[in-house]
């Protein structure tokens, strides 16, 4: 079984949802970065979704962006993400990796070697928002070959005809986008949420995890109650933005991640 | 005279592809949109109703068809070949970009949709979208890098007076790539009610095949109006390129001629060599951004390089993906010339011509008084002036200051 199989079957056995967090690799620095991820899994996340940096994140909203512009600013590139990968995966082999991003520097990067280099690197998944499943020859099924798990985001807009299209070659979890619209936009509402979850239900047997506008601890509860995993990425990331230091973005981070984690825990109690 | 028959008219696939380039590298919020205008614009497109009030437009209120100019004074002056100018700046609004605005837009109405967005760099985009947008009684939301913003102040003020909301992008450079950007975060917001209407041959399919097909009225008057006074085909066609839509509308028409000649001009800024160019064909290499693959101005990681030209219409670090293929097959040959001498093309053609080009066109006669001198007398050379030079007096005027002071 894979990091991801294994560790959606533990929480569902312990009949709670995983608590997925985003931080983009690089932010603020490399070495504050490399502590918060390695810092993650005891703050109670239970996946990782680590962003490649990129100069046009065209689906993020400002607080993302902002963490784009501060990782490059700070020279972070492909090959250090996967550097970082390397050393979390020194002293943590059960949390699963995701690494999330556009396909640009993949496609820079060469997709054979990139593939390669993250399987060897620890990487589980990938999330390549800008790779529909009209191209999945030319990434999705080489990592899944290689085995490393696809990732597809399913939207508001993706309605039960196209639903097969985006799950067929899905695998790890399926990540729902619960509202139309940028990272750190607005919340959707519970019955949006589980009407969603419901129609997903209907056509995957994989772990649903939700994101797009979740921010707080309750808020993180109350999809816990409804779907197998919460993903939190611009709430935590603002912790990085306000920072007055690199052991500030540390702690910011790590402590909101202890509040959703203790939201989620909580949730179906 | 006989023609030899190609077929590279037919692009691009199914999938949107033009040999390796094109495609539909988006959100999956967007595919569902994408997939839809795809289908709406197949069925628009052989719709007679569509057509006849498409072809009403493009008569009544563009002002088409664009005259086909024969410049005596700047055939005089490089003399060789003999050059027509395609007069693609006296349409309404002043660019050939009206032609695509308004094929979109009724295409909007058609799809029920009550608000456009569109992204602008000169700003000419801009203003033709907010012009149609003002016509059919539709919200406009115009988003516009503040770099843009700052030169183009003229071009701002026209879209405002038309009613339409100028949003200034900071992110980035402030230039047309970050408007973009900003453009595909409003359309993944606003899904239901908006349509995004694209100013180029670049974006996710349909949009480059779409904004060819609009604008490949030019090339086919071309074709018309010079058999007309000539009895024959042109024998080279040169045109500027940022994202590509004048070139490609001028071109398209004539690509399985392969008796033509066809020249697309980037934009070199300072020069090549010194890496703050817009020459994505010249000085990039194969990438994806903005849901297509094609050429990029991009580092070793793959980031995205900013452009740099003079010319804000050609300040883009890709290129339409039609062009990308263009360039890979080598049906059309692609060459650049500087800021330097685009101002210089743009000076002579005021004084020669009394016609006021517009940075973006200037570059295609930079190429001309390179290329025209060097070809005898029976060569007939078309070139698209794709736009008038109004809203570049700024840029002009601040230039001939500068290098005024230079000299002192």
Redesign the interface.
Known sequence: MSRLQTRFAQLKEQNRAALVTFVTAGDPGYDASLAILKGLPAAGADVIELGMPFTDPMADGPAIQLANIRALEAKQNLAKTLQMVREFRKDNNDTPLVLMGYFNPIHKYGVPQFITDAKAAGVDGLIVVDMPPEHNGELCDPAQAAGIDFIRLTTPTTDDVRLPTVLNGSSGFVYYVSVAGVTGAGAATLEHVEEAVNRLRRHTDLPISIGFGIRTPEQAAAIARLADGVVVGSALIDHIASAGSDQQAIDGVLSHCAALSEGVRNARR | MTQSQTDLRNGPDV?GLFGAFG???????????I?ELAREYEAAKIDPAFNEELAYFQRDYVGRPSPLYFAERLTEFCGGAKIYLKREELNHTGAHKINNCIGQILLARRMGKKRIIAETGAGMHGVATATVAARFGLQCVIYMGTTDIERQQANVFRMKLLGAEVIPVV??TGTL?DAM?EA??DW?????STFYLIGTVAGPHPYPAMVRDFQAVIGKETRDQLQAQEGRLPDSLVACIGGGSNAMGLFHPFLDDTSVEIIGVEAAGHGIETGKHAASLNGG???????NRTF?L?D?????IDAHSISAGLDYPGIGPEHAWLHDIGRVQYTSVTDDEALDAFHKCCRLEGIIPALESAHALAEVFKRAPTLPKDHLMVINLSGRGDKDMQTVMHHMEQSQQEKH
Request: glycine content about 14%; cysteine-free; proline content about 5%.
């Open positions: 999938n495609g539909r590298y988006v959100a999956e919020t967007l595919m569902p949109l997939l992110a980035g790539k950007n595909l975060r993944v917001t606003n899904v239901d290499v194969p990438g994806v951004l903005h849901g990029l991009q070793d990681d793959g980031q995205i």
